[in-house]
């Protein structure tokens, strides 16, 4: 996930996720499910843009942009990068598969008490 303030460069001109997130047309919204967890699963609509920024030979970079179906009004951003070819619900669905594992390690690590742990780059016993 990155902020709604993120400049990207979306058909040659720098803007922010935000931006482009509040112009996208309804036929750019498609119908994704989330799997079933504890809460069952999760009715997700997600845009994915094909951003103009130089890349390596065979890949792209994709502004992905998610909404609940329930509160259409609130856009999350995330920035995806794979080869040219992946398709939009590919992106999506893994995208939202990562964002589960992260939630779920955080959950786990409340669970047994080290929420306090720094996750990235922290030793253990080290509180952040």
């Known amino acids: 996930m990155v902020p709604k303030t993120t400049a990207v460069e979306y058909q040659g001109h720098r803007e ?39 890349c390596a030979g065979g890949m792209r970079r994709w502004l992905l942009v998610r909404r609940s179906a329930d509160e259409p009004g609130e856009l999350v951003y995330h920035l995806a990068y794979a080869p040219a070819d992946t398709p939009a619900a590919e992106l999506a669905r893994v995208c939202d598969a990562r964002w589960r594992i992260e939630e779920g390690f955080a959950q786990a690590q409340g669970e047994i008490g080290l929420d306090h742990m720094r996750s990235a780059g922290g030793s253990p016993g080290t509180a952040s």
């Open 16 to 54: 922010r996720a935000e931006q482009l997130g509040t112009r996208l047309p309804a036929a750019a919204w498609c119908p994704q499910s989330s799997a079933a967890g504890a809460q069952g699963g999760t009715r997700r609509e997600w845009a994915c843009l094909a951003l103009s920024r130089a």
